[in-house]
């Protein structure tokens, strides 16, 4: 077993560390928030893909690692409703039934990962070397053992990461790039172009602009079908609004100080070491244009410390020396940084120092280093009177969320019995509300939904969804009171628009017409004295622009660029046709396609080309694969532990 194979080695622990971050980072898309991870045993079913469950112990452990890890960023700043707002727990959810698809899936087609090439691929890795020498399996098994990562645990994300691999190559493998998208892509990302203009706006024109009602009419006779409305469907809708329930709860000063004394850990200041430093680099690869040899730059670096200790000031010293573009002209400033900010040997060497210090030689992948600590914070909690707004905030936001789950809850327990949306809203003292006529794939406010709005053009008029759909205001029980079927307008419902319409087709001739005549006066007087004779302005782009970047005030498009980096240098353009109107463009300087360039780049281009089309298709291949296998959700735990209701 590989478990044998970890015996014998000695380098897990880096492969520990890319496996916790690639298995709960990457593969498990993370989630925050502060109501569904303690509620239901671990061993409970949330959900089957296809017949393989997904546990609430499997949800709840994916959950914690990945809130532990934003907390750790955002230092606690992030409260229940921000969590929640972000929307990340069925992001979480959905990536262990995309974990479960891929199982699936590489069943279906005969794939596996035997041990032997899990063990295999272990030890290829030089990812899992350090001097050349392993590490002890004993010392693995303890890092392990203070992560919270089982064996098991281990074997199964590397495994399950190899299988999708696995998959991914079998769907992909046949993915080409062509020779012209190879030259259009670099096209894209080198060629620029400086420009002066003349834009011509289609506003300026449409007070002039005069349609009587025989044209409208016409207009919309010829286009009456563009503008035909969509299908659209009326819901009646009960919503548990976080912001209308928050005059219902009440904290008081004893909660505050409870709570504070219960969760001081949430109001640490980080220790803080505030530093310069010098650095000296060392080239990552014997190419590499920047830094120097090792030896060389040891040398540097030793000639740098002996002038300090000489007694020249560090901060004048750093503006000549140092090599780092980002500290240099500020003499080296750092800043100040907690723990774990900075590479491991800089970090290391920086927190064993005091006040006033300063290293020896630091050794990093960057360089040799030089670090003088100017200034020491220890770790200290910030006393009630500064966080009482911020606790005060934290526990209003929990009992608004608790108030709305126990609704949501008894809302859900109503419509179960059968019973009417009015009768759930009246037994909750709240109200039943009709939407707007909603189009497929619109989420107005406050019904801002992607699912709520999938899920009523699957509905009946009459039906009711018993089950809430979050919203970033809080919560929304619906049913579907009207279907309105897709139509022809009659011209009194859209005339406005058509007149709209036709005024804005009107004003965009007229401007057309006013750029052709100022690139036709241009040829004698110049583009200045043109745009100028027409109460206009000529204008350059500030520096070299690639494509696909906005030219100046005419915006972007691929019209436009079309034009633009197809014009020689000097040369006036046609009227283009641009976003605000018309425009006249000349190209004063260009950065044009560069042979030796793109034979340098293209090996490297066709590969990012070829990716970019390999993760396009592996994504759109798992949509296809996810309606091969049914899901079905646990009603009651889904709604514990992902939606956060009820418990």
């Known amino acids: 077993m590989v478990l044998g194979f970890m015996r014998r080695y000695l380098w897990f622990f880096k492969w520990f560390l890319v496996i916790v971050v690639a298995s709960f980072i990457w593969f498990y898309i993370p989630a925050l928030t502060g109501s569904g991870i303690d509620r239901g045993t671990p061993g409970e079913v949330l959900a089957k893909v296809g017949g393989l469950p997904i546990t609430v112990g499997e949800y709840q452990k994916t959950y914690q690692r990945q809130r532990q890890f934003y907390e750790r960023i955002y230092q606690g700043r992030l409260d229940p409703a921000a969590l929640r707002r972000l929307g990340l727990e069925e992001q979480t959810f959905d990536s262990l039934v995309l974990e479960r698809v891929t199982l699936l899936e590489a069943k279906r087609l005969g794939l596996s990962v035997p041990d032997e090439a899990l063990a295999k691929t272990i030890a290829s890795s030089p990812e899992f070397q350090e001097n050349g020498r392993f590490l002890g399996g004993e010392e693995i098994r303890r890092t392990l053992d203070l992560k919270g990562v089982s064996v098991e645990e281990f074997e199964g994300a590397l495994r399950g990461s190899l299988l999708r691999e696995k998959l991914e190559a079998l769907v992909t493998d046949g993915v080409g790039v062509t ?37 409208v009419k016409a207009r919309f006779e010829a286009k009456r079908e ?31 100080g ?18 310069h430093h010098i650095l000296i680099k060392v080239k990552s690869s014997p190419g590499a244009k920047e830094g120097h040899s090792d030896a060389e730059a040891k040398k540097i670096a030793e000639t740098v410390r002996d002038r300090l200790t000489a007694g020249e000031e560090f901060e004048a010293l750093a503006k000549k020396m ?3 573009p980002g500290s240099a002209s500020t003499g080296g400033d750092l800043g100040c940084f907690p723990r774990g900010r900075m590479v491991p040997a800089f970090d290391s060497a920086v927190f064993q120092m005091e006040a006033g210090q300063t290293s020896d030689l ?6 040799y280093h030089i670090i003088r600590v100017t200034s020491r914070k220890e770790e200290t909690v910030l006393p009630l009177i500064q966080v009482k707004d911020r606790v005060r905030q934290i526990l209003t936001s929990q009992r608004v969320e608790a108030l709305a789950s126990q609704k949501a809850e008894a809302i859900a327990g109503t419509l179960a019995r059968g019973k009417s949306l009015e009768v759930a809203a009246r037994e909750q003292a709240l109200t039943v509300q009709k939407s707007i006529p909603l189009a497929r794939g619109e989420t107005p406010d406050p019904l801002a939904s992607p699912s709520l709005s999938a899920r009523v053009f699957e509905m009946k008029v009459g039906d009711i969804e018993k089950e809430g759909f979050s919203l970033p205001r809080g919560a929304a029980f619906i049913a579907l009171a009207e279907v309105q079927p897709s139509r022809l307008p009659e011209l009194k419902e859209v005339e406005a628009k058509v007149k709209a319409d036709l005024i804005e087709e009107k004003a965009l001739d007229k401007a057309g017409l006013q750029a052709a005549e100022i690139k036709a006066k241009a040829a004698g007087v110049g583009l200045e004295k043109a745009a100028a004779a027409a109460g206009l302005v000529r204008k350059e782009t500030p520096s070299l622009t690639g494509r696909g970047m906005p030219l100046g005030d005419l915006g972007s498009g691929a019209a436009l660029d079309d034009v633009a980096f197809a014009l020689p ?11 605000a109107g018309y ?27 070829r990716q970019d089309k390999r993760n396009q298709l592996f994504q759109d291949y798992m949509g296809q694969a996810r ?3 049914p899901l079905e959700r646990r009603g009651e735990a889904f709604k514990r532990v992902v939606l956060g209701q009820g418990g």
Not at 226 to 252: H, K, M
Not at 258 to 275: G, M, S, V
């Open 179 to 215: 020779d012209k998208e190879v030259e259009r892509e670099f096209r894209r990302r080198n060629e620029q172009i400086k420009a002066e203009y003349v834009l011509v706006d289609a506003a300026r024109f449409r007070p002039q602009v005069a349609v009587d009602d025989e044209q």
């Open 226 to 256: 563009s503008y035909r409305f969509p299908e659209r469907r009326v819901v009646s809708y009960i919503l548990l609004d976080g912001e209308a329930l928050r005059p219902q709860v009440t904290v008081t000063e004893r909660d505050l």
């Open 258 to 275: 409870l709570y504070y004394q219960d969760h001081r850990d949430e109001f640490k200041q980080e220790e803080e070491t505030c530093a």
């Open 322 to 324: 140092s090599e780092d």
């Open 362 to 367: 630091v050794k990093t992948p960057f360089g």
């Open 569 to 579: 240098e000097k040369t006036l353009s046609d009227p283009v046709r641009v976003a």
């Open 583 to 609: 425009a006249v463009v000349r190209v004063l300087e260009k950065k044009t396609f560069d042979p030796a360039a793109f034979a340098e780049q293209r090996a490297s281009l066709e590969e990012s080309l």
């Open 627 to 629: 309606q091969r296998f």
